[in-house]
């Protein structure tokens, strides 16, 4: 199993800064089918990235996703009120699809 | 638009079995996609439950392999998943989602909470 563990637990920031988001894999991801999910309160996650950099439809450009084999980010750059939410990044490259724990980016 | 719909009990008793559907709109579970379940502990992080795929196949989370039945009807474009012997630990938010292949996880159902309890 490849677990995924993403750091840190908590990011404390004010909304206009940018937020750097890291999710380290046990092995080495194949063909970097990394994705991000954003998930706020009482809602199901929504996917922000896929292939560790393609935006999913809809996203702002502001999200952005880089890495490759085992270490990959996720970058929020002028971080909007809507923004601040739980972040979990995902590897699909062989079974079973595992989870990070997740990224808490608060308001400072 | 696609969009996923769960439903089933929401209280399940202790050695039970927890069984919900999900409903597919949008979309035919017929095409080249898996359609998987992840569910989510309260205040806890994400779990990935397993996949069927348009075929038939089934890829099932090793943790959770000896209790776990994910079918398919397609006359219904539905999906659906069988957990056996549940406990307290099972119970959490539900969720139905489309796996695109290349891009993962791309929509979701509402999710449906759980309760394992006598």
């Known amino acids: 199993e490849n677990v995924l563990t993403q750091s840190p637990g908590t990011l404390s920031l004010s909304p206009g800064e940018s937020a750097t988001l890291s999710c380290r894999a046990s092995?080495?991801?194949?063909?970097?089918?990394l994705a991000w999910y954003q998930q706020k309160p009482g809602q199901a996650p929504r996917l922000l990235i896929y292939l560790a950099s393609s935006r999913a439809t809809g996203i702002p450009d502001r999200f952005s996703g880089s890495g490759s084999g085992t270490d990959f980010t996720l970058t929020i750059s002028r971080l909007e009120p809507e923004d601040f939410a739980v972040y979990y990044c995902q590897q699909y490259g062989s079974s079973p699809k595992t989870f990070g724990q997740g990224t808490k980016v608060e308001i400072k | 638009q696609v969009q996923l719909q769960e439903s089933g009990p929401g209280l399940v008793k202790p050695s039970g079995t927890l069984s919900l559907t999900c409903a597919v709109s949008?979309?035919?579970?017929?095409?080249?996609?898996?359609w998987s379940w992840v569910r989510q502990p309260p205040g806890m992080g994400l779990e990935w439950i397993g996949e069927v795929y348009h075929s038939g196949n089934t890829n099932y989370n090793p943790s959770l392999k000896s209790r776990v039945t994910i079918s398919m009807d397609r006359s219904k474009d539905q999906f659906s998943l069988r957990l056996s012997s549940v406990t307290a630990a099972d119970t959490a938010v539900y969720y139905c989602?489309?796996?695109?292949?290349?891009?993962?996880?791309?929509?979701w159902g509402q999710g449906t909470l759980v309760t394992v309890s006598s």
């Open positions: 949008g979309d035919s579970i017929s095409n080249i996609n898996w």
């Open positions: 092995q080495s991801v194949r063909s970097s089918y």
């Open positions: 989602a489309r796996d695109a292949a290349h891009s993962s996880l791309d929509y």
